[in-house]
Nanobody, 119 residues
């Protein structure tokens, strides 16, 4: 069973920064991709950024140039550095890990962390 423990959410003013962390309990060799999603009430969960097992990254257009996803393999932790935050970034942010086909292609989610950006 893969466990994901998120931290780093909170309240920040527009233009400010936050860094989210997600500690994962699985070997990197079993990971196909990992990422951060966000969800606001009444809307579907949307991809914010992801990073493959090999280190390739991609971002939603709405966060390009402001958010950076990174990974510390020694600490088994993936980060989301969020700069120049906007009120529309307010959401619950979820960490996601998807395993490779060899490990069943299963997807795991963190418990979510609230990010609130005030105007």
């Amino acid at each position: 069973q893969v466990q994901l423990v998120e931290s780093g959410g909170g309240l920040v003013q527009a233009g400010g920064s936050l860094r989210l962390s997600c500690a994962y309990s699985v070997s990197l060799v079993s990971i196909y991709t990992m990422g951060w999603y966000r969800q606001v009430p009444g809307k579907q969960r949307e991809l914010v950024a992801d990073i493959s097992g090999g280190g390739s990254t991609s971002y939603a257009d709405s966060v390009k140039g402001r958010f950076t996803i990174s990974r510390d393999n020694a600490k088994n932790t993936v980060y989301l550095q969020m700069n120049s935050l906007k009120p529309e970034d307010t959401a619950v942010y979820y960490c996601m890990v998807r395993l490779t086909p060899r490990y069943g292609s299963r997807t795991y989610w963190g418990q979510g962390t609230q990010v609130t950006v005030s105007s």
